[in-house]
């Protein structure tokens, strides 16, 4: 007998015993016990861990050690305001990482994956994580495997193995067991967590989830190994080369203070609090909340967010792929008419027609539902079907056969599907009763028939009965599926945006055509799977940028088109429902599926539509424009502000004789900063702004810190100057001023820097607004707070040496204008 860990070597009886399973599955009772159970395993205190995640950063840490050493040398002062900026600081970006990550939880939640299995013999859906071992799971094509265990029952089963065992192909899958020793490949009676049901259907007996399972146990290197998106690789690159520079400078100003006699332990905390302000160590707290934010923004409009990061791709995309049902047209497809090989109205074609679509049972389908629903109305009799067996629809067959006995006679099979491979299996053709041979004149007849109802828009079935080699084509099912209303505003107004629609059917050439000139595509080559066929890669990357409509696409053409667009230096997305979608929307920059999805293509998406609306993919490139354009925002600004601090500090050391801030002003100026900065997640963004896409730049964003940095530095350096030279002030009153001066020109920069147009004429969200006048308030008025003044060692200002401080700040509020105007001149 296998031990436990060799499951697949196990007979399913045994294996249903030992996991006290029956035919029906679990009781309700005893799957809600195992449940909690598994709960109760997780992970707990998530808050907690967060929480004390914010202190526990090497700096943070040095921090708290030297408020520590103050209090042992009895500076009680000193260490109590140290201590109680930092638990702000630490409390502030705890209560926004948690704010963030209980949005992306709920977000998440909404895209819960529902799995169908037997609880006491009844058939109900659960969620994922109620899915336990012993639990009876029912799959069909396009299902994802909710864990690893043994198939009970199946029926022409092909399950995709390749995220497993790097095999493109399916494999057929049937009850048994295997060798002990067997490799996953060779598993043929067992399934495995994260493959994908290809066709046919199954019933399994779980055996393990989660982390237990074969899947589980590599995730964590498949996210590992999962390729950054270009923005996160910049942020990332950009965080690591400031903290470089802030450890060289830091360590600079360190030896400088020390060189120059100061105390050892007020360099050290000098040296330490300008290291937490100038180093971007709130930058991921700060964009997890800008991506929440919009994220939840993009939840109104009925897009959800699978990963973060693919809100920058959303924004940056300039072609959109997608297939025409649900998106270009209503999705709500009719069949208009049943007509025998010659085009005239057939009821005996409607009767075989809806025969086989109530007989078929692998594979739910619109087209059936189309078919039965206009059987139903036309009141046809199905009573005299029998079913004998069916072959499952497959991607590569594309039609579905049922055998069945009719009215009591011989058995037939009944063959519905695409129109070239159905007329592949003929030989005879039904005219006036009879089955006359289907020769070349025949074919060309019905060739021009049926392009003339591609070009009108119809989408086309044919219909044959006997065995497939010698069978009789029966006729033909005509479906229209109707633009949806206001389409064309909505293709437009993604062209406006720089985004491109291009369509990616299976459908007929001239289906897929007509519907591009009726919606009011911009004139383009029309190609299909077997020209694309013909092309290498490089080819079809050169020729790709003119073409408006790919039809007749074979499922594997699909993600070679996406990568030919790549290729062609563009930024895809890629819209898919279907089984076959997925490697194109895995390849795609931005993949995006709806909430009616199969599995497998919702769980490869990056983005979720509530509902296969063009409409909601435009809003949503708006929100993901404005998501990234604020977090650039941000970036921009704060890296400017660090690095232009880091230069100040600096030259400040060595050029006086004394230290240019107190390590509690530091602190508390860093900190109240960040108050306004973190309302830029919500900021207004100008409508230019949102009109073309936007990637990540990084060499734009080094020349802009630089440029903006050295122009905080010049106006520090004629503050320190007209402190020293024109108010002739002492220690207490230069760091006041210059507290003063260094929140007020950080304020200003944030108004100026957040938009490319003169800045009176942007308007900033109304909480960016207030807390900025609520610091900028407080900057001025904590000089003449009396006690509390006095902790942080402030002292007030004569009203000669304010008011020069203000003009200085209007005065670098205007040259940071003009140098703006002219930086976005040479960059644009």
Not at 42 to 47: F, L, N, T
Request: hydrophobic share 50%.
């Amino acid at each position: 007998m296998p031990n436990g860990d060799e499951w697949w070597a196990c007979e399913a009886a045994g294996l249903a015993a030992r996991l006290g399973s029956r035919p029906g599955g679990l009781t309700p009772a005893e799957a809600q016990r195992r449940v909690e159970h598994h709960a109760a395993t997780g992970p707990r205190h998530p808050a907690l861990r967060l929480f004390v995640s914010q202190f526990a950063t090497p700096l943070v840490m040095i921090l708290i050690v030297g408020a520590l050493l103050s209090l042992v040398l009895r500076e009680w002062v000193d260490a109590v305001i140290i201590l109680a900026i930092v638990a702000g600081s630490g409390v502030l970006g705890f209560t926004q990482e948690y704010g963030a990550s209980r949005a992306i939880a709920e977000l998440r939640s909404r895209l819960v994956r529902q799995v169908r299995v037997l609880r006491g013999g009844a058939e109900v859906s659960v969620p994922l994580d109620d899915v336990v071992p012993g639990d009876v799971a029912l799959l069909k094509a396009g299902d994802l495997v909710p864990g690893d265990g043994a198939i009970l029952q199946s029926d022409a089963l092909l399950v995709d193995e390749a995220v497993l065992t790097g095999e493109a192909f399916p494999v057929e899958k049937s009850p048994g067991s295997s060798a002990a020793e067997a490799p996953v490949s060779e598993r043929l009676g067992a399934l495995f967590q994260g493959t994908s049901i290809r066709s046919g259907t199954a019933r399994m007996l779980v055996v393990k989830t989660g982390r237990q399972t074969q899947f589980g146990a590599i995730e964590h290197t498949l996210e590992a190994a999962e390729e950054k998106t270009e923005f996160a690789r910049g942020l990332a690159g950009f965080g690591a080369m400031l903290m470089r520079v802030m450890v060289v400078v830091v360590s600079l100003v360190l030896a400088g203070s020390l060189f120059l006699g100061r105390d050892l332990v007020t360099s050290l905390l000098f040296a330490v609090a300008l290291a937490v302000a100038i180093s971007p160590q709130l930058l991921p707290a700060i964009v997890s909340v800008t991506l929440a934010a919009g994220a939840r923004r993009m939840t109104s409009h009925g897009v959800l967010v699978r990963r973060l990061e693919a809100i920058e791709n959303l924004g940056g995309m300039d072609v959109l792929c997608t297939d025409k049902t649900g998106t270009l047209t209503k999705g709500a497809i009719a069949l208009s008419a049943a007509v025998g090989p010659e085009g005239e109205q057939s009821g005996e074609v409607l009767r075989l027609a809806a025969a086989n679509a109530r007989l078929q049972t692998s594979m739910a389908s619109a087209l059936d539902e189309a078919i039965l629903s206009a059987a139903s109305a036309a009141s046809v009799d199905l009573s005299g079907f029998e079913k004998i067996e069916e072959i499952p629809y497959d991607f590569t067959r594309r039609r579905f056969s049922a055998k069945a006995r009719i009215d009591g006679g011989s058995a037939e099979w009944i063959c519905k599907g695409a129109v070239k491979e159905v007329l592949e299996g003929c030989t005879s053709i039904r005219s006036g009763g009879a089955a006359l041979p289907l020769d070349a004149a025949a074919r060309q007849k019905v060739e021009t028939f049926l392009r003339a109802k591609a070009e009108e828009g119809f989408r086309t079935l044919a219909l044959s009965t006997g065995q497939e080699g010698s069978a009789c084509l029966e006729g033909f099912l005509l479906f229209y599926d109707p633009p949806k209303r206001g389409i064309q505003r909505t293709v437009a107004a993604l062209l406006r945006r720089g985004i491109a629609v291009r369509i990616v059917s299976g459908d007929n050439r001239y289906v897929s055509g007509h519907m591009a000139r009726v919606i009011g595509f911009p004139e383009g080559e029309v190609v299909t799977g077997e020209q694309i066929a013909a092309l290498d890669d490089d080819a079809l990357a050169a020729r790709i940028g003119g073409i408006s409509v790919f039809a007749e696409v074979e499922p594997q053409q699909k993600e070679r088109i996406v990568r030919a667009f790549q290729k062609a230096n563009h930024a895809v997305g890629y819209m898919g429902d279907g089984i076959n979608d997925a490697p194109a929307l895995r390849a795609a920059d931005v993949g995006i599926s709806v909430d009616s999805a199969v599995d497998v293509a919702r769980e490869s998406a990056d983005i979720v539509l509530l509902r296969p609306d063009l409409n909601a993919i435009r809003r949503g490139v708006e929100d993901g424009r404005r998501t990234f354009a604020n977090t650039l925002k941000y970036i921009a600004i704060t890296t400017s502000a660090n690095f232009g601090n880091m230069i100040s500090m600096a030259l400040a050391t060595v050029l006086l004789p004394f230290l240019p801030m107190l390590p509690v002003q530091i602190l508390l100026n860093n900190f109240l900063s960040d108050l306004p900065a973190i309302a830029i997640a919500g900021d207004a963004v100008d409508k230019e702004r949102l009109a073309s896409a936007q990637r990540w730049d990084i060499r734009r964003i080094r020349n802009f810190m630089i440029l903006f940095g050295l122009i905080s530095t010049l106006f520090d350096l004629a503050t320190f100057a007209l402190l020293r030279l024109v108010f002739h002030t002492d220690e207490a009153d230069f760091r006041t001023s210059w507290f003063v001066v260094s929140l007020l020109t950080e304020l200003m920069a944030l108004f100026v820097l957040r938009t490319k147009r003169p800045f009176w004429q942007s308007t900033p969200a109304r909480l960016l607004l207030w807390s900025s006048v609520f610091v900028a308030a407080l900057a001025l008025a904590l000089p003449y707070s009396g006690p509390i003044a006095a902790l942080f060692a402030f002292v007030p200002l004569p009203p000669m040496q304010i008011t020069a401080m203000l003009g200085l700040v209007l005065l670098y509020a205007l040259v940071t204008e003009v140098a703006k105007r002219r930086h976005h001149l040479q960059a644009d």
